[in-house]
């Protein structure tokens, strides 16, 4: 809660995991485990705080995210995982 609060301005509840997925990265030569949590949204508008890391924030339909995908998203819609809201 308190992350998404600094970094987004938003802030959440009802915070519960949803999956992980096993990302390398090749070219860095590096591998994560990537959790992705699920929230209920609670209060306040995404603006940018941390304007050396993020350049701005959008909103995009599941089903057309914009490309290039991060590697741990890529990994994630390849086990076909939806957001409950489209299953």
């Given at each position: ?10 802030t959440i509840k009802n915070i519960r ?25 609670d209060a306040g508008e995404a603006k ?21 995908l991060f590697v741990p998203i890529q ?13």
């Open positions: 809660m308190r992350e998404v609060k600094e970094e987004t301005g938003i995991f949803s999956t992980a997925t096993n990302d390398i990265f090749q070219a860095e030569e590096k591998h994560y485990i990537t959790i992705f949590m699920l929230t209920d949204y940018v705080v941390e304007p050396e890391k993020c350049e701005k924030w959008e909103w995009f339909q599941w089903d057309q995210l914009p490309q290039p990994n994630l819609l390849k086990t076909g995982y939806k957001p409950i809201n489209h299953q």
